[in-house]
């Protein structure tokens, strides 16, 4: 049915066309034809609303919806749903603050896009009017919500909060969530919320970065405290893409949940079945690609099933390992961890992954092995590396057949079992299949691949553009800047995101103002100058990192000697302000000299609420520093939050600096996080730390990192090397490294390594 205005207002268009001359093309035809009740303002829709029936449609116009909360409720049946759709997909926006809550039965709602905002409440899409009013038999299908954040990092929120039975969550599109809050929570506070049979499906689970804290789940379901109820939800046929927010991809907290078919594609972290028991993990494929910290599925509490999974290139260890079976806590608490029992790991494909782990997370709490557990008629091939199995404990427990792994694999014993019963070594040809390796001598181990494999092309909506979600340097244009006062400013000033500011000449370049980065820059020295450029300054900081700014140095040396006669001045500053999105810091070849004309003068000078994904620095020589180069401990609330996921130095020295060469902190006991992650080599230190305001009176202070590989280096002059070892056992090593006349390397705690460690 035509509704009314949409008929009087093309007949107008009609009429209007017979008068005006006939050469004039009369966009008749584009006229869209509507089927429903369009709405064009929250009034207008709010009427709608309250006078829908079963079978009605309710239909938004065209254009930017600023700052509406929708409200969509109402009483439709199986045959005839109250459907809210737009106008046009793809051209229909709820920006600013906006959201929508939906309650009642059979409401469909279809094609809404949220972005440029953040919801004013609790979620972006709620399957509840009010406490009152639930979902049952709704549908959200199509609808996309991609970088809908506050500015606070740590303000939390949902994305799409599911009450009520029933109800499906199919084909939408959601992307760059970046503050703390699951993306998607099934609720099951109470008893309408439970045995639910929520069907999540077909999404794509778009591009999601590290937090550097727990509260960046992609899904969960359910929680602690209601972890002993069935939920019953399906998750199939997803599609989960760089999902890195912390360790649990997804949080599986209830009973009776199935993941089926879904695709997690180099996503760091793990599906992980935290609370509540029979859930059903199946045809799963984890495409790591070797990619760094990614994981796979994570066993916990009773009757699990695992089957039929395909993991390849996964190389996180520990929590995330490929396939991890914890240890439990003997009478556990709802929110600790409960023992496995009866669960079953069979018929998975896992291919060049470099961690299984069995009984992980013993320690004196978790000290409840698995029992009546069984892990049959698996492929475990990784010919690249041996020790792929770590058993923590005792694996009495858990029963071993038909498993089969590449020769090269080693059984560990532990408490006086081994491995290697249930094991046959076997060399294996693999035939591929789209993408999918197959053993040709057990061809049921593995998923299933009749049905569609879920991808970027068959989730999701088909009419929203995908957006390029990594920082990348040097994609934009290059600016050459020549010689001057602001030149540099001026230059970024002018500069789009990707852009190349090219320093043309030798010699020194005066920046006057501070230089704002508010996007990814690099700056460098055009090739074959005779001397690098250098830079000196006069304002608090040369460089200030905005919001979504990212930046990359290249061939320059930086002098301290014009600065303003103040302490605590900086090269680069982050925002003083939370930054919702990480950014990169990258320093090659270049010389910081002379930061000393007042005490305190950093390199970087970081603030709380910002999170580098990485910093990276060679080749370069920091030389006369009154205050700290790297220091990155500003999250000390020991909620286990930090400042930086990668630190790595390489090629540099350092000499004569008052503070310390590198800080890094993230206290507390939280394990959900992987960072912050240092690798140092072949570099030098002299006479580090030794000034009286450097708090930490040490050369480095490593509190909480989780894993630091550092070799080839030489100490001198200069104080202590402090670790401070904390939850997640900390891989910590020492390799060929030189202490002259050096204080030594400090810890609270003995488990870290040290080879070939000399002081002279
Ligand atoms: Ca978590």
């Not at 039975?165 to 919320?193: P, Q, W």
Request: with cysteine.
């Amino acid at each position: 049915m035509i509704h009314k205005t949409t008929y009087i207002f093309t007949l107008l268009i009609l009429l209007a066309a017979c008068t005006v001359t006939q050469n004039v093309d009369v966009p008749v035809t584009n006229t869209p034809v509507i089927e429903g009740k369009l709405v064009k303002n929250i009034d207008e829709f709010k009427a709608a609303v309250k006078a829908a029936q079963a079978g009605d449609k309710i239909v938004l116009a065209n254009g930017i919806w600023t700052d509406t909360e929708l409200k969509f409720y109402g009483k439709g049946t199986a045959e005839k749903p109250i459907t809210l759709t737009v106008q046009e997909k793809g051209k229909v926006f709820l920006e600013g603050q906006s959201n929508i809550r939906i309650g009642g039965e059979y409401m469909h709602v279809e094609g809404l896009v949220f972005r440029n905002g953040h919801t004013p409440s609790g979620s972006v899409i709620a399957f509840r009017k009010d406490k009152e009013m639930l979902c049952n038999n709704c549908r959200v299908t199509e609808c996309v919500i991609e970088d809908y954040n506050p500015s606070e990092r740590f303000d939390s929120d949902y994305w799409v909060e599911i009450y009520g039975k029933n109800n499906r969550f199919d084909h939408n599109y959601l992307v760059g969530k970046r503050n703390r809050g699951v993306t998607l929570a099934v609720r099951i506070k109470t008893e309408a919320s439970r045995e639910n049979n929520h069907r999540i499906d077909h999404n794509y689970f778009g591009y999601r970065p590290i937090l550097g804290s727990n509260g960046g789940e992609t899904l969960r379901i359910g929680t602690s405290h209601y972890s002993l109820s069935n939920s019953n939800t399906v998750v199939e046929d997803n599609y989960f893409e760089h999902c890195n927010g912390e360790l649990e991809i997804i949080s599986s907290k209830s009973c009776q949940n199935t993941f089926r078919n879904n695709t997690f594609y180099e996503c760091q972290g793990t599906l992980t079945m935290r609370h509540g028991n029979e859930t059903l993990v199946e045809n799963n494929y984890f495409f790591a690609n070797r990619k760094a910290n990614t994981g796979g599925i994570r066993i916990i509490n009773e009757s699990q099933t695992v089957r039929n999974n395909y993991l390849q290139g996964i190389t996180g260890y520990r929590f995330r390992g490929a396939l991890v079976v914890m240890n439990g806590v003997p009478n556990s608490p709802l929110n600790r961890y409960f023992q496995v029992k009866n669960s079953e790991a069979s018929n998975n494909l896992i291919i060049d992954c470099d961690h299984v782990q069995l009984c992980a997370g013993s320690d004196e709490e978790r000290s409840a092995t698995p029992i009546d557990t069984k892990m049959t008629n698996n492929i475990f091939y990784n010919t690249k590396k041996d020790d792929v199995f770590t058993v923590y404990d005792d694996i009495s427990g858990i029963e071993f057949a038909g498993n089969v792994v590449s020769s090269n694999i080693a059984f560990p014993e532990n408490k006086g079992k081994t491995l290697e019963k249930g094991f046959a070594t076997q060399e294996i040809k693999f035939i591929e299949k789209d993408g999918v390796k197959r053993a040709k001598s057990h061809p049921n181990i593995g998923p299933d691949q009749s049905k569609p494999r879920p991808g970027r092309d068959n989730t999701g909506v088909s009419w929203y553009p995908k957006k390029d979600y990594q920082i990348r340097f040097g994609t934009g244009k290059i600016i050459e800047v020549p010689r001057g006062e602001n030149t540099i400013f001026e230059a970024v000033k002018n500069s789009a995101p990707g852009d190349i500011i090219r320093l043309t000449e030798s010699g020194n370049y005066f920046e006057g103002k501070a230089i704002t980065i508010p996007h990814t820059i690099t700056i460098e020295a055009a090739p074959g100058l005779a001397e690098r450029p250098e830079i000196t300054f006069e304002r608090t900081s040369l460089f200030n990192l905005e919001n979504g700014g990212s930046l990359t140095l290249e061939g320059i040396n930086f002098s301290g000697r014009d600065c303003d006669d103040y302490s605590g001045n900086s090269v680069i500053c982050t925002s003083r302000y939370s930054m919702i999105n990480n950014y990169k810091l990258m320093i090659r070849n270049c010389d910081f000299n002379d930061l000393d004309v007042n005490h305190s003068f950093n390199v970087l000078r970081v603030y709380k609420n910002t999170f580098a994904d990485s910093i990276l620095v060679d080749n370069c020589n920091f030389n006369n520093i009154t205050g700290h180069v790297f220091n990155l401990d500003k999250e000390i609330d020991d909620r286990g939050i930090y400042n930086v996921e990668n630190v790595v130095i390489t090629n540099s020295t350092f000499k004569d600096i008052g503070g310390v060469v590198l800080s890094l902190y993230r206290g507390g006991r939280d394990e959900s996080t992987f960072g912050p992650i240092l690798d140092l080599h072949n570099t030098t230190f002299d006479n580090i730390g030794h000034d009286k305001r450097n708090q930490y009176q040490a050369t480095m202070n490593l509190h909480g990192v989780q894993l630091a590989d550092m070799h080839d280096l030489e100490f001198k002059d200069s104080k202590k090397i402090n670790l401070h070892l904390i939850v997640g056992e900390p891989i910590i090593k020492f390799k060929d490294v030189v202490l002259k006349n050096n204080e030594d390397i400090t810890s609270n705690d003995d488990a870290f390594q040290q080879v070939n460690v000399t002081r002279k």
